[in-house]
């Protein structure tokens, strides 16, 4: 066919510009990602997947369909079949992945990424590819009405809805849970690539099967589906094992680290405009908490690599405060959240305001920033927390050090009282 | 009449009616959270409220099922039949959904019901407005942008998105009732539109064309 018959009559030529502005405006009001991290930008953009894949299915129906009611796919031809539909869905898929493609860089050059990671990209082509062609299928087998209106149905409800379904790995399989990835210490999880990929690929090949038996019998078109059905179990077996979200943890040699006055802070690439702002941060932190006779790592990193207390794990945002992240410094000074606490009543909770900002007003955090952090903190049984802070600072070092002691060990334990006063446990 | 039964798939759509029923009720409370603009929260979208689409399919493809040229000579009022009979198929899903609903047997039974009214309203203005085929797709698009776009920044339907608010807003089912009432006028004067349409495109100039 040639190429000026095809820009006058495709459905997907005359959609894709309604439909890439669509998926630019849906994105562009999208919260930004306060990190430039790639990947995390680049599946947000996907989140336009669930309206612009059910419209290439339709719009894929619609091609079918205008082969199916003017009699051409029953018709001998020359060429092969798969070659008329190509010609017929080429400009659908472009349509989608035009759209795909604006959306993410809509994501990624709001927050100052210049190159999309691929990952995500490659699943969400693959996943309007096979959409379009499962409808261009289906237009070629069913009525036009039926089958335009079925196919965005049945791609909505696919693309949207397996999220809302137990088990969670579920909505791993249509390519648009990626956009849950990631936040900047994870990276894509391979499954949750590999598993929509595979489903995609079934989705295709069943459509191209069908198309090649649309004048055999039931059972041969119903076998057409097979590759649907086995993708769809490898692709479970592929993603049943991730969970809520599809992340692994990041390769830690990608963290770029200051030594600086005994201290060693790590950060992400991302982050490393402000390594030399957070290293003195850490140093001014950890010189604090050593003059309040605090023992305290050296090693400040915003990886997973290391077991506290060895290492103090924090996290920031570009957009970060000082004072954010030297309460960053001080909540990750806190014991870890107990087993017990899981299970049953966690006394020792209460005393967690209070050691934290104990450890953040001597790493360094002004004292406005914890009152405004504290002000309203408070409850029926409990004292607020820059009222008793503020007692237990004007008290010598050593009654300090008593005080934090005993509520730390009530954060690791769960049957312990807090002692939410200078005296006595609180009963 | 009872080849225009048969024709029309009447049984089909029957069933078609039954299972939106029973969907609603079984699997009418799965929720899909859609991601929504400007905000972390996403619109929580219940399938009962997108069930009736497969009856505004259903009966739109039906009325795709006739000739149109044998149809054009008949002597029984086919444009009334058909707009009776799909107006009649939500307003029955309707008053089943409600009752259910009511009985505490379907969760968002109201919403679905008053859904359905309104899809096969807006079935009927787009087969009028872009045709036969695409008009059964009209209802479908509508629902799947007003889910990515009528949400507010806390996740919650806009007052527009009458298809997605709780059935309490009177608004949404004025509007369903309008939707259902401007594309039954639109279907039952089918026929005389159409005479108008050729008689205009007779007169358009050059003559003949």
């Known amino acids: 066919m040639r190429i000026r018959t095809i820009l006058r009559t495709n459905a997907g030529v005359w959609l894709t510009l309604p439909l890439t502005l669509l998926a630019v405006a849906y994105i562009a009001n999208f919260t930004r990602s306060a990190d430039p991290y790639p990947v995390a930008v680049t599946a947000a953009g996907l989140a336009a997947l669930g309206f612009v894949v059910p419209i290439c299915a339709a719009l894929g129906a619609w091609e079918g369909g205008r082969l199916r009611r003017g009699g051409t796919w029953d018709l001998p031809t020359v060429r092969s079949r798969y070659v008329i539909a190509g010609w017929a869905l080429g400009p659908v898929v472009a349509a989608g992945c035009v759209s795909v493609v604006a959306a993410v860089l809509t994501s990624t050059l709001a927050s100052g990424v210049a190159v999309p990671d691929w990952r995500p990209v490659l699943v969400a082509f693959l996943v309007v590819l096979a959409h379009s062609a499962a409808g261009f299928a289906l237009g070629i087998l069913v009525p036009t009405a039926l089958a335009v209106s079925g196919s965005l149905l049945a791609s909505f409800v696919w693309m949207v809805f397996l999220r809302g379904l137990d088990p969670m790995w579920l909505r791993y399989l249509n390519g648009g849970a990626i956009e849950l990835c990631c936040d900047i210490s994870t ?62 943890p990041r390769d830690e040699r990608q ?15 991302e982050h490393e405009p402000r390594l030399a702002e957070v290293a003195g941060l850490a140093a001014k932190a950890w010189a604090g908490w050593r003059a309040a006779g605090v023992s305290a790592p050296t090693h400040f990193t915003e990886g997973q690599d290391g077991v506290p207390p060895d290492v103090l794990r924090f996290s920031f ?21 107990p087993a017990c606490a899981d299970f049953g009543p966690y006394l020792g909770f209460e005393a967690f305001e209070y050691v934290h900002a104990w450890y953040a007003a001597h790493g360094g955090l002004p004292e406005d920033d914890l009152r405004s952090m504290y002000q309203a903190s408070s409850g ?40 939410l006063s200078l005296s006595a446990p609180n009963s | 009449m009872t080849l225009w039964a048969a024709t029309r798939r009447v049984l089909v759509t029957i069933g078609v009616s039954a299972v939106v029923v ?11 959270s859609i991601p929504a603009l400007a905000s972390a929260r996403g619109l929580a979208l219940p399938l009962a409220l997108i069930a009736p689409l497969a009856l505004s399919t259903m009966v739109g493809y039906s009325l795709t099922t006739g000739d149109p040229a044998v149809e054009s000579t008949a002597v029984r009022p086919i444009a009334a039949l058909d707009t009776a009979s799909v107006v009649l198929a939500a307003l029955a899903v309707s008053a089943a959904l409600g009752m259910l609903d009511a009985a505490g047997y379907a969760e968002y039974g109201a919403e679905a019901g008053r ?32 889910a990515f776009f009528g949400a507010d920044a806390a996740g919650e339907p806009r007052w527009w998105a009458w298809a997605l608010v709780d059935s309490a ?3 949404s089912w004025v509007v369903s009732l309008v939707l259902v009432a401007v594309g039954g006028s639109l279907e039952l ?21």
């Open chain 1, 187 to 248: 990276d894509l999880a391979p499954s949750a690539v590999s598993g929509p990929l595979v489903v995609a690929i079934g989705l295709l090949a069943a459509a191209g099967l069908t198309l090649a038996t649309t004048r055999a019998g039931l059972q041969r078109r119903a076998l057409a589906l097979a590759p649907l059905l086995v993708a769809l179990v490898i692709g479970s077996m592929l993603v049943s094992e991730l969970s809520a979200y599809p992340a692994v």
């Open chain 1, 255 to 269: 963290l770029l680290c200051s030594d600086r006055d005994q201290i060693r802070v790590c950060v992400w690439p």
């Open chain 1, 317 to 337: 945002a570009m957009r970060s405060s000082p004072s954010v992240i030297v309460s960053g410094f001080a909540y990750a000074m806190l014991p870890p959240w």
């Open chain 1, 380 to 419: 029926p049984d409990r004292p607020p927390v820059i009222e008793l802070v503020d007692q237990v600072l004007a008290q010598p070092l050593d009654v300090q050090r008593r005080w934090l002691a005993a509520n730390v060990a009530a954060l690791e334990s769960c049957e312990m009282e807090p002692q």
């Open chain 2, 22 to 32: 029973v969907l609603v009720v079984l699997l009418g409370a799965i929720t899909a």
């Open chain 2, 115 to 146: 859904n359905a009214i309104g899809f096969v309203g807006l079935l009927l203005i787009g087969r009028a407005a872009v045709g036969p085929n695409a008009g059964t797709a009209v209802p479908v698009i509508i629902v799947v942008l007003l």
């Open chain 2, 169 to 171: 807003e009177r608004s």
């Open chain 2, 189 to 209: 004067t089918r026929p005389v539109a159409q005479r108008v349409f050729h008689l205009v495109r007779r007169l358009r100039w050059p003559p003949g064309r």
